[in-house]
C-alpha cells in the first residue's frame, strides 16, 4: 500500500511542478499529452506494484497479427 501511496505522491509532485508553467505559456496539446502519458505510467506503475501479472505489448501485438500471418 505504501508503493501506491508513493506513486500517487509522487505523480501530485509532478503535477505541481510542470502544470503551471504549461497552463501559464497556454501549452494545450503538451498538457494533454502530459497527463495521458502520467495517466498511463501511473496506472502501470500502480498495477505491478500490486502484483499484478501485466502482459508485455508483443503479446498484444501477436494476438492481433497471428490470425492474419496465419493466411487468414
Do not use: C, D
Not at 509532478?14 to 497527463?35: C, D, G, H, Y
Not at 506503475?45 to 499484478?52: C, F, M, Q, W
Amino acid at each position: 500500500m505504501w508503493r501506491v501511496a508513493a506513486f500517487l505522491a509522487i505523480s501530485i509532485m509532478m503535477i505541481v511542478i510542470e502544470v503551471p508553467s504549461l497552463m501559464k505559456s497556454k501549452k494545450r496539446r503538451e498538457l494533454w499529452t502530459f497527463f495521458i502519458l502520467l495517466f498511463a505510467g501511473l496506472t502501470l506503475g500502480i498495477t505491478v506494484s500490486l502484483g499484478v501479472e501485466v502482459q508485455t505489448p508483443l503479446e498484444w501485438i501477436k494476438k492481433i497479427y497471428g490470425p492474419i500471418s496465419k493466411g487468414g
